[in-house]
């Protein structure tokens, strides 16, 4: 979630992983912190 996101209000829980500064296009303009985030959850899975 994006802390920055107009489009989409946010919440949070304790699952979720929050980009400060994140807009709605923070997929494509911080994919690398998003990859990371999502290799962590993956690595917590095993």
């Not at 946010?10 to 500064?21: C, P, Y």
Request: charged content about 25%; cysteine-free; overall charge negative.
């Amino acid at each position: 979630m994006g802390s920055y996101d107009r489009m989409i209000d946010s919440w949070e829980n304790n699952n979720t992983f929050v980009i400060r500064g994140g807009g709605h296009f923070m997929v494509y303009e911080r994919a690398e912190e998003i990859n990371e985030i999502i290799n962590t959850i993956l690595t917590e899975l095993k």
